[in-house]
Every structure is written in structure tokens, then in C-alpha cells.
């Protein structure tokens, strides 16, 4: 309807608003730390949010669980039901779900050698 147009002038608006309907849904929370959060939820809290609604025993099976652990280890880490995760690790979580997420890979190898990383040598 055009009334739902009209509160969604951003993209972040329209996964608030999808989260207004159902606090659950952990891939609108994914998307919203992709679009840089909201005015309430930083990303950080967003990734965390998206892996602690899609959480099933310890698989993150669906395919935007790679993407928060990739997005929670560019935010610096965090935390998951109460268990810390910091920056290498969240990485090495992505990897965990898709071993072949490009993205995850580099920023691991970076994490691991961060000297050499910002002095372009790794």
C-alpha cells in the first residue's frame, strides 16, 4: 500500500518496520546491520541479534549467519548468548558455515597479521 511506501523512505526503514512485525526475523536483522543499523541497534547489535534469533543447537545454518559472523568481525566482535567472540574469531565462525566466503578469508588472514596488513605486505 502506499502507506507502507511512505515508512520506508530507506532501506534500513523497511527492515525496522519488518522487525516491528516479528522480532525473530533474524535475516531482516542481518539486513539491517548491512545497511549500517538504526537509530536503536548499531550493526554490531544487529549481527548479534540476527545469530541469536537463527540459532539452532550450535549451526548457523542459514546462508546471512555467514554474513553476521563476516559483519560482527568487521564491528570488532562480540556477544552471542552470553559467549564473547572476538574479531578473529567471528571470521573464523563465517568460515565455519562457508568455507569458501572470499570476504571472511581475507579478513582473517588480515587479523592474523595486522602489521603487515596495514603496511600493504600481506
Not at 12 to 35: F, T, V
Not at 60 to 85: D, H, I, Q, S
Request: aromatic share 10%.
Amino acid at each position: 500500500s502506499s502507506e507502507a511506501a511512505k515508512k520506508c523512505e530507506t532501506e534500513g526503514e523497511c527492515y525496522e518496520e519488518a522487525l516491528k512485525l516479528d522480532k525473530q526475523y533474524s535475516r531482516a536483522w542481518c539486513a539491517l546491520g548491512n545497511a549500517g543499523g538504526s537509530q536503536n541497534d548499531s550493526p554490531q547489535d544487529c549481527f548479534q541479534k540476527t545469530l541469536e534469533t537463527n540459532m539452532s543447537g550450535e549451526k548457523y545454518a542459514e546462508p546471512w549467519c555467514t554474513e553476521a559472523w563476516y559483519g560482527l568481525g568487521n564491528a570488532g566482535g562480540g556477544t552471542v548468548r552470553g559467549k564473547k567472540y572476538t574479531q578473529k574469531r567471528c571470521y573464523e565462525q563465517a568460515l565455519q558455515n562457508k568455507p569458501e566466503h572470499k570476504y571472511s578469508k581475507t579478513a582473517l588472514h588480515k587479523s592474523k597479521n595486522p602489521i603487515k596488513s596495514r603496511l600493504g605486505l600481506a
